[in-house]
């Protein structure tokens, strides 16, 4: 089966052997992959949207998957019981509708191991909450597909103390910063740069005071960024 290169590495982080959750699954690709490469037994798809849920629905019957792939309809973690799979993945969806999808259900939500979430831009809201509710990101993997850059941000939900991140981790990643020397995060960050530099040239441009305050934030992030990116890696 043809899957993208995003889709294989997000499955690359599922526990393998064990009973995944695939919520906004939409095209059920992803849960199709899972159990063909007998990385899970059962995978439970969890679609809020109509449309997709039947594009789900009749994939997986023209696969003749409908005994190991279950195909739920219904809003974020809502269509899981407690502690019924091990690894829930949210791909696709932005930022802060997968913070509210964990929060929306949050005492469930510590039912199960790890997640595995590809988020759209921006990242900073959903890694302050992961960071609020102490959860570690233990791993993250920029894909590049198509010019496109994504963000891979694997969370396990136990609570380690103290655990915070610093303004330059929240934007792009603890770990993407820490393994800098990846060539895909060198790339990534190498972008994330020059985006910068063009939004300080145009914060350099407005005499507001809100301007000048948010200038000197991201001189001072974007000097940080790039003494990493000197260094290779940290
Ligand atoms: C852009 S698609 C991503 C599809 C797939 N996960 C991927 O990464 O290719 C997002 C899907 O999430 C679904 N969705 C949005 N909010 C949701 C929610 N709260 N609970 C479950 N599904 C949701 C949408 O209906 C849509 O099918």
Not at 67 to 96: C, F, H, S, W, Y
Not at 167 to 191: D, I, M, S, W
Request: proline share 5%; hydrophobic share 40%; glycine share 6%.
């Amino acid at each position: 089966m043809n899957v993208s290169r995003r889709l294989t590495r997000i499955a690359a982080h599922v526990v393998s052997g064990q009973i995944a959750a695939d919520i906004g699954a939409d095209h059920a690709l992803l849960s199709v992959f899972l159990v063909r490469n007998g990385i899970c037994p059962k995978v439970i798809i969890g679609e809020l949207n109509e449309g997709p849920w039947r594009r789900a629905q009749a994939y997986v019957k023209k696969e003749g998957l409908h005994n190991v792939i279950d195909v739920r309809r219904g809003d974020g973690l809502q269509v899981l019981a407690p502690g019924e799979v091990t690894t829930v993945v949210i791909a696709g969806l932005g930022g802060k509708v997968i913070a509210d999808i964990i929060m929306g259900s949050l005492t469930k939500a510590y039912s199960y191991a790890r997640y595995v979430l590809q988020p759209q831009p921006p990242l900073y809201p959903l890694r302050k909450v992961l960071t609020d509710l102490g959860w570690e990101i233990v791993e993250e993997e920029i894909v590049e597909e198509k010019e496109n850059f994504y963000t891979i941000v694997v969370t396990e939900p136990r609570q380690k103390p103290a655990y915070r991140l610093s303004e330059l981790e929240l934007e792009f990643g603890p770990v993407v910063l820490r393994k800098a020397e990846r060539p895909e995060n060198q790339e990534f960050l190498r972008r994330e740069l020059r985006r910068w530099e063009r939004m300080v040239e145009s914060l350099r441009a407005s005499q507001s005071s809100e301007a000048r305050a948010r200038l000197s934030h991201y001189l001072l992030l974007k000097r940080e960024l790039e003494e990493i990116l000197d260094a290779g890696y940290r």
